[in-house]
Each structure stands twice: as structure tokens, then as C-alpha cells.
């Protein structure tokens, strides 16, 4: 089964089914000396975990990171890093009746299609419970991403019908763009703003009705979606390529490979695409002509990058997630001898898959941001690494 891997400096495979012994990532191109600390991936693993709250699936595991390789006295060694957590509550069983069964919008249908045999407990390979192992690789990106002062962030911006609506903090001066949110080189939110929501929506008007609107469509045996917004500051110019290595390209694919995306969008881009060059493009106020280090522009539509290559603003998406298959409802369905059956839901499933998305989107985005990092020459790498040291 090939497609396992990601990136080419920064290169993570994940391994591992949704109810077998273990979920695991092997990370391969960390600089050696990396300081790289277990407890902030078990810290970021506690947010993704399944059993958290009521807003999640009730499988209650405590994903313990354990670190089998590329890791001594604290610091990366330069081989490859393997990180692993055991799967505790698995139920296996839960699924034996679903063997000989599609299920609607699942991949049952297609993993068959594309290899001729499927592991039907939890989904195997196809289930979410793989991206755990992206929230590994994640925080060991992030810890290379510490050193030159980059930072990202993600939260909950729409559940359903609710969305977030909250005036931006002090300092912020909202300009005009489709998604409502200002730009500027810092986070409108803090890190705790966004994890005191049970929903992670930063916003406590909007939480609690997306909150009571999760607990309706679960009792209802329904599910529903939303979206993500990803923001990542203290980026340099500099980072990507204009043709196929474009920095937007491999973020969309990397977004996109997460269970559930259906949607990205860079910076204000879908009302660019209906829009006047004179509404959305972003008016220089200055540049670093010299060194070509940075750039300050009035508005970022562009979402921090241009021709593929960042530009020293801000980046910021968009993640949009449909709502978890699974329901609690009778759906039409065949099985594989293609006889008419009814389904009903079985199994432990989130009633919404966003608030235990925020953590994953920005571990794909830090990944994708150390991969591209890395393919600057060392000498310059080395420079950008000194002079955040010394700021």
C-alpha cells in the first residue's frame, strides 16, 4: 500500500490500523542536537485523543506517546525518529458485522476497489485514528519551527450553522475581508482563548451554540461539520517554490489528506475568485529591498503567499470538514455481493469531528513549513536560526 509518506526534507511515515496493536510515525531529516521534549508531543496528543469530552467519540484512549528510536539524553540523534502510541480500547469486535458490508460515504467501496481486500475494523488504514501519528510528527515540526520563531495555530470557526463572530482583541483594526478576520502578524487569539472552548471556537457566544447544536444532531443520531481556520505567524519570505513545489500546493495536499476535508482555502480566496483586483489585492506599504527579509503589506488576502513562495506575512486557510459518516439512522446501502441491506450506525464515532481536528491541522501545517525550511541551504538556515536568537 503505497502513499504512507510525506515530504522530502521533513519526511514522516505513519504506520499502524485504527484496532491494531499500535499507531506510529517514523520521522526522518531532523537536524541532529534538535532538543525535542516528550512531553510536548504528549501534550499535543491530549488534545486530539479520543474520550475528552462529550463532543467526542466515547472510545477513551490515553495515547501515550512512546519514543522507540532517533531520541538520547533529550536531543534528536539525526536517524529517524520512531514514535508509537498502543491502541488500549480497541473493539474490534464492534465491527464483525460490518465485514461483508459498505457503508455509506465511507471507503469501504473504494479501499476494495483500489487493492481487492480491506481491514473492516474501524476503517484500518482509512480510519481518523491514524492521524494521531501526524499530531506526533507535528510537534516534533514544531519543535524545529521554535528555533527561527515560527508559530502555528488553528481553531474552530464554524460548527454547523454557528460561526464565530467575535470582535477582534484590542489592537486589531478590522479591514474588510471575506472571511471577517484582520490580518496581522500576530494571532488574534491566544492558544488559551481557544482551548477553554469545549469546541475549541475562541469565541464564548459562538461555543456555546455550536455546543448545544452538537448535542442536538447526537441525539438527533445525526452528525454534523464545520471549519478550521489555520494561522501561522513568524514565517520568513522565502519558503517554497513557483511551479510544482508551490508552499500552497503542498499545504493543500497535506490539509486535504486529513479524514473528513473536503475544502481549503488560502487566504481570502474564494471571494478573490469573484472579486476586483482593486478589492483584494494587498497594497505594499514596505520592503526590505536589501536582504529581501520582509515585507509589509496593508491587507493579506494573498494569505502570506505569492507565486507559490511565502512572503513574510502571516499564512492563513481555511479547513473545511464534512460531517462523520457514521449515523445512528437506517441508511441504504449493499452488501459485497451487491444484496440491498440497511445500516445503522455501529461503533464509537465523533457527533463532530472538528474541535479534535484543530490539533491535526496544525501539525500538517508545521510539518509542511519544516520540509520546506529545510530545503534551504544550511548556511543560510543556520543565519535565520542565529538572528531569532539574538532578537
Not at 449515523?327 to 451487491?338: E, H, I, L, R, T
Request: with cysteine; aromatic share 6%.
Amino acid at each position: 500500500m503505497p502513499g504512507n509518506s510525506f515530504g522530502r526534507n521533513f519526511r514522516i511515515s505513519s504506520f499502524g490500523e485504527s484496532h491494531g496493536p499500535v499507531i506510529g510515525v517514523v520521522v526522518d531529516g531532523i537536524p541532529a542536537g534538535l532538543p525535542l521534549d516528550l512531553n510536548r508531543v504528549q501534550e499535543q496528543l491530549d488534545r486530539r485523543r479520543p474520550g475528552q469530552s462529550r463532543m467526542t467519540t466515547a472510545r477513551n484512549e490515553e495515547d501515550r506517546v512512546e519514543c522507540l528510536s532517533g531520541l538520547f539524553e533529550g536531543l534528536s540523534t539525526g536517524a529517524p525518529l520512531t514514535l508509537v502510541i498502543p491502541n488500549r480500547d480497541a473493539k474490534p469486535e464492534d465491527y464483525n458485522s460490518l465485514r461483508d458490508q459498505i457503508r455509506p460515504s465511507h471507503a469501504d467501496f473504494t479501499v476494495m476497489a483500489r487493492f481487492g481486500y480491506r481491514d473492516h475494523r474501524g476503517g484500518g488504514r482509512s480510519s481518523a485514528r491514524e492521524t494521531a501519528a501526524r499530531v506526533m510528527a507535528g510537534a516534533v515540526a514544531a519543535a524545529l519551527l521554535d528555533c527561527i520563531g515560527v508559530r502555528c495555530y488553528a481553531w474552530v470557526h464554524s460548527v454547523g450553522p454557528h460561526a464565530l463572530k467575535v470582535p477582534f482583541p484590542p489592537g486589531f483594526s478590522p479591514q474588510a475581508t471575506a472571511s471577517g478576520y484582520e490580518i496581522h502578524r500576530l494571532c488574534p487569539f491566544t492558544k488559551e482563548q481557544i482551548e477553554a472552548s469545549p469546541v475549541r471556537c475562541p469565541d464564548p457566544v459562538a461555543s456555546s451554540n455550536m455546543e448545544a447544536y452538537v448535542d442536538e444532531v447526537r441525539s438527533a443520531g445525526d452528525s454534523t461539520g464545520g471549519t478550521v481556520v489555520g494561522w501561522c505567524q513568524g514565517l520568513p519570505p522565502g519558503l517554497g517554490d513557483p511551479v510544482f513545489d508551490r508552499l500552497e500546493a503542498d499545504l493543500a495536499k497535506a490539509i486535504l489528506s486529513i479524514n473528513a476535508v473536503k475544502a481549503f482555502e488560502l487566504g481570502s480566496g474564494f471571494a478573490m475568485s469573484v472579486g476586483k483586483a482593486s478589492e483584494y489585492n494587498d497594497a505594499i506599504l514596505k520592503a526590505d529591498t536589501q536582504t529581501w527579509s520582509s515585507i509589509e503589506t496593508l491587507t493579506n488576502h494573498s494569505g502570506g503567499i505569492q507565486g507559490g513562495i511565502s512572503n513574510g506575512q502571516p499564512l492563513w486557510i481555511k479547513v473545511g470538514f464534512k460531517a462523520t459518516a457514521t449515523v445512528a439512522f437506517p441508511q441504504q446501502s449493499v452488501d459485497f455481493q451487491g444484496n440491498p441491506v440497511t445500516l445503522q450506525a455501529h461503533g464509537r464515532h465523533d457527533p463532530c469531528v472538528v474541535p479534535r481536528a484543530v490539533p491535526i491541522v496544525e501539525a500538517m501545517m508545521s510539518v509542511v513549513i519544516a520540509d520546506h525550511l529545510l530545503a534551504w541551504p544550511a548556511a543560510q538556515l543556520s543565519t535565520l536560526m542565529k538572528s531569532v536568537v539574538r532578537s
